[in-house]
């Protein structure tokens, strides 16, 4: 078997293994949206998420 034929091989091999990946990445995704659609957010904590936000911008855009 020549060098050639190796990396070729690795190639394949590393190509198998990131199918392999994004397959389950997107089997955790579609979980995670199924357990995120089931609770919803609490209007006041949604408040004061964007309260904190509006000053962080803030600070960051007067200096």
Not at 13 to 21: F, R, T
Request: net charge neutral; no cysteine.
């Amino acid at each position: 078997m020549g060098i050639a034929d190796q990396f070729k091989d690795k190639a394949q091999e590393l190509a198998d293994q990131a199918k392999q990946k994004a397959g389950q990445g997107k089997d955790e995704a579609k979980d995670r949206a199924s357990q995120g659609g089931d609770r919803k957010p609490d209007s006041s904590d949604m408040k004061d998420r964007a309260q904190e936000a509006a000053d962080r911008a803030r600070e960051r855009f007067d200096r």
